[in-house]
Structures are given as C-alpha cells and as structure tokens.
C-alpha cells in the first residue's frame, strides 16, 4: 500500500545519510581497538612509546601533533591537549553563532519601494543572505522571527507593504523578480516561514502561479518561485488552494519540454507534481489529462537523480488507484515496461516499481484512501525538519551588475545603512520536541 511505498522512499532518501554513519561507526571502533589495545599493553607492563601515544589522540581530535607536544614523561598532558582541543572547538562554534544586530526594517521596507533596481537587487540579496548564511539553529530561528515579527514580505493584507512585495515580483526588471523570488523561496524553506506566508496564502499563491505563467522560459525567477510552491505544497490547505487554481495543468505544461528544464525545476516540478497527485482531488483533476501525463512520468521514469525517480513511482503509484487512469496506463502497455524497468534498477527502486506494476493490475477501489486523503484536510502539520543548509543561494546572477570590492554588500550593508537603535533583544525559545506515535497507518508524507 501506500505506507510500504513511503518506507522505501525514506529508505532512499536516508542511504547517504546510513553510509556516512557507517563511515563514522568504523572509524570510531578502529580508534576504540587501538586504544583497548594500548590499555591491555600498559596492564601487561609494556611501555607506551610516544609515537604511538601522539597517534593515538591525534586520531581522536582530528589535530596533527606538533613534535614534543605531548611529553609521556609527564602525567595528563595528552589529556589535556584533548581536552583543551574540545573547548577550543567549544569556543569556535560559540564565534561562528553571534548574535546579529538588529535592523530598521521601516527603512527596508521604505527602500524596497523606492530605490533604484540596482540598489533593490543588492538590498533584497543582503536580507536573504542574512537568513541563508545564518548559523542553524538559534541564531537562524532569531532571523527568521525577526523578518515574520516585521513582516517583511507583507503577508498583512491591510498593509501598504504587501503592494511593494507584489510589485517586485511582478517588476519589468528581471533582476528585482529573480532576488524577490529568492528570498520568498529562501523564507519557504523553513517550517515558521512557511507558517508566516500561510497567513495569506490564496492571494499569494495567486500571485506566485502568476510568475510562473508569465515569466519566459525556465528563467531563475521561475525557479525560485517554484521551489517556494512546492516548499509551501508541504501544507495541505495550500496544495487544495493549489489544485484549484490549476497547478497541475501548469506543472505538465512545464514538463512537456524537459529539455529546456534545469536540474533545479526538473526536480522541485517533480515532488510538487507528487505532492498535489497524492491528494484525491488532484488524482480527480488528472483523470481527464490521464494520457498526457502518464506519458511525461514515463519519460522521466529513467532520469539519472535517483530523487526524481522517486517522485516519478510515488506519482505513478498515486494515480494508478484511480480506474480510469489504471485503464489508460494498462492501454499503453505499461506493466510490461515497468517489468523490464525493475531488471536493471536499485532494489529500492526495484520495490518501487514492483508496487506499482501491483497497482497497475488491482482492481481495487480507491474509495478508501480517497477518503484518508480527504480526512487529512483537517490536518495541516508540517513534516519536515528545517534543513541545516538552504539552496536558494546557488547561480546567482547578480555578478553581471559588475561590482566594485568598495560597494556594500550583505551584511556589511544591512550594517552600514540599516542598523537599529540596539542589538536584537528578542528571546528564541528552544521548541520542546514533540512526541508522535508512530503507527502503520502513518499519514503518507508529501516531499
């Protein structure tokens, strides 16, 4: 069922993560013999050479060791090199997380109307890198409570500033969409940003499929705004909103030309698509596009990112419940398609396929899990953790503009032309973790 398709999709998903602890895990049971090792010797009388003894703790610090740093004539110097390593990298992260002084957004919001584009672009980059370049954690989550305190972007509708964000998406300057769009993507990207552009999410939405349409080509202000839909599709009262303002038409009219498509809105236009198709109203409005659409999933079906693969299954595996769609996909010979496909893929994937060309032969009705998707509406949790790094700081275009190295830039600008009266006195209060049971009927989660 659809959980069994979700496990394999986490599965997935967490492999890199799995190999990398692995690689930790070996490396830390080396280091644990070695030193077992070294006990068991000094118990038998053997002397410990201090070769052996600075290998030993620079294996343990990660820190070459300066000849002589270590004397085993003298008791807990080695110790105390590790120890004074731990607090040195203490201190280190301590730097690296200060806090931010805080800044006159009256005057932000004054000069994101009235500067020239030039000026806009290198403004509306400096508040992004503010939030982008921020350490996670603490110091992000002051950032972001920060801009949603001030609201930044003019999610208040009654507010004069909700006209200048809309007008700077929608400007004749290329460069003004593209950084606007960036930094309402940047903002989408954690879970309270994605809560503060909620708050008026049918006029936004509106005006985000708006840029889609309108923008020429897979320009990078259509990108950004299409990882800031698809981050937002994490809502299900947004991905209704979405659906019935014709996201899917859009997105499968992107996808007829996958070609002229980057790697960037390849992969966000596929999770969007798998998010809205897992919904029954977005199977519904995929009935009577069931021919074209079957056709884009199955050019994508063998793409090289293992990511879009997946969304490509989940997406299949979705719209297969629906009859009519099972009827059109088994017109096209599908099953035995995927069968030869399952020959050469990854066993996750391999599983995948294997669910799907199950599907493909049920005749099972969708009655039931349509009406799970429709219960969830009432349900409007988040489900994903705040990634550690954001992605919407990549190809930035803004170096055509030819800077100088005097011109103020990110925070040096923030800095120079809009610090506030005093540092930012706000407190961050930690979220207390909150318990979940996990059970085998688990809400399948949207990516």
């Given at each position: 069922?659809?959980?069994?398709?979700?496990?394999?999709?986490?599965?997935?998903?967490?492999?890199?993560?799995?190999?990398?602890?692995?690689?930790?895990?070996?490396?830390?049971?080396?280091?644990?013999?070695?030193?077992?090792?070294?006990?068991?010797?000094?118990?038998?009388?053997?002397?410990?050479?201090?070769?052996?003894?600075?290998?030993?703790?620079?294996?343990?610090?990660?820190?070459?060791?300066?000849?002589?740093?270590?004397?085993?004539?003298?008791?807990?110097?080695?110790?105390?090199?590790?120890?004074?390593?731990?607090?040195?990298?203490?201190?280190?992260?301590?730097?690296?997380?200060?806090?931010?002084?805080?800044?006159?957004?009256?005057?932000?919001?004054?000069?994101?109307?009235?500067?020239?584009?030039?000026?806009?672009?290198?403004?509306?980059?400096?508040?992004?890198?503010?939030?982008?370049?921020?350490?996670?954690?603490?110091?992000?989550?002051?950032?972001?409570?920060?801009?949603?305190?001030?609201?930044?972007?003019?999610?208040?509708?009654?507010?004069?500033?909700?006209?200048?964000?809309?007008?700077?998406?929608?400007?004749?300057?290329?460069?003004?969409?593209?950084?606007?769009?960036?930094?309402?993507?940047?903002?989408?990207?954690?879970?309270?940003?994605?809560?503060?552009?909620?708050?008026?999410?049918?006029?936004?939405?509106?005006?985000?499929?708006?840029?889609?349409?309108?923008?020429?080509?897979?320009?990078?202000?259509?990108?950004?705004?299409?990882?800031?839909?698809?981050?937002?599709?994490?809502?299900r009262k947004l991905q209704t909103v979405m659906i019935e303002q014709g996201m899917i038409e859009w997105l499968l009219s992107a996808l007829r030309d996958q070609d002229s498509l980057s790697e960037y809105s390849l992969h966000y236009a596929a999770a969007l698509l798998m998010n809205l198709c897992l919904r029954s109203s977005g199977k519904r409005r995929c009935v009577a596009l069931a021919g074209e659409i079957l056709k884009i999933l199955l050019e994508l079906i063998e793409h090289d990112d293992l990511e879009i693969r997946s969304y490509v299954n989940g997406t299949l595996y979705s719209l297969l419940g629906e009859a009519s769609i099972r009827e059109e996909a088994s017109a096209m010979g599908m099953a035995a398609y995927l069968e030869g496909l399952m020959t050469s893929s990854e066993p996750g994937l391999a599983s995948q396929l294997e669910y799907i060309v199950q599907q493909l032969a049920s005749d099972k009705s969708n009655d039931e899990?349509?009406?799970?998707?429709?219960?969830?509406?009432?349900?409007?949790?988040?489900?994903?953790?705040?990634?550690?790094?954001?992605?919407?700081?990549?190809?930035?275009?803004?170096?055509?503009?030819?800077?100088?190295?005097?011109?103020?830039?990110?925070?040096?600008?923030?800095?120079?032309?809009?610090?506030?009266?005093?540092?930012?006195?706000?407190?961050?209060?930690?979220?207390?973790?909150?318990?979940?049971?996990?059970?085998?009927?688990?809400?399948?989660?949207?990516?």
């Open positions: 069922s659809k959980r069994i398709f979700e496990a394999d999709e986490r599965d997935l998903k967490s492999f890199d993560r799995l190999a990398k602890l692995q690689g930790e895990y070996q490396n830390l049971l080396a280091i644990s013999v070695e030193l077992l090792s070294a006990l068991e010797d000094a118990l038998s009388g053997k002397m410990m050479t201090p070769d052996r003894l600075e290998s030993l703790v620079a294996r343990v610090t990660g820190h070459s060791i300066e000849p002589k740093q270590i004397d085993v004539s003298r008791p807990k110097t080695a110790t105390g090199f590790m120890m004074a390593s731990i607090q040195a990298a203490g201190m280190q992260a301590l730097k690296d997380a200060p806090l931010l002084p805080s800044i006159n957004y009256d005057k932000i919001k004054s000069d994101l109307k009235r500067l020239s584009e030039r000026e806009r672009v290198t403004l509306l980059q400096a508040l992004r890198w503010r939030l982008t370049k921020s350490v996670a954690g603490e110091q992000r989550d002051a950032v972001i409570s920060s801009y949603i305190e001030h609201d930044l972007l003019g999610c208040d509708k009654n507010s004069s500033h909700n006209d200048t964000m809309s007008s700077n998406l929608r400007s004749k300057a290329e460069l003004v969409r593209e950084y606007t769009a960036r930094l309402y993507n940047a903002v989408a990207s954690l879970s309270k940003g994605r809560t503060y552009l909620c708050s008026q999410h049918v006029d936004l939405l509106a005006l985000l499929n708006e840029v889609l349409v309108t923008e020429k080509g897979d320009s990078p202000a259509r990108q950004n705004v299409l990882g800031c839909v698809q981050k937002l599709s994490l809502s899990d349509d009406a799970l998707s429709e219960d969830e509406d009432e349900e409007d949790e988040e489900i994903e953790e705040d990634p550690e790094e954001l992605d919407v700081d990549v190809d930035e275009s803004i170096d055509s503009l030819g800077f100088d190295g005097d011109e103020l830039t990110g925070e040096r600008l923030l800095c120079e032309n809009y610090l506030g009266i005093m540092t930012s006195s706000f407190s961050v209060t930690k979220p207390k973790k909150k318990m979940v049971p996990r059970h085998f009927d688990e809400n399948l989660i949207a990516f």
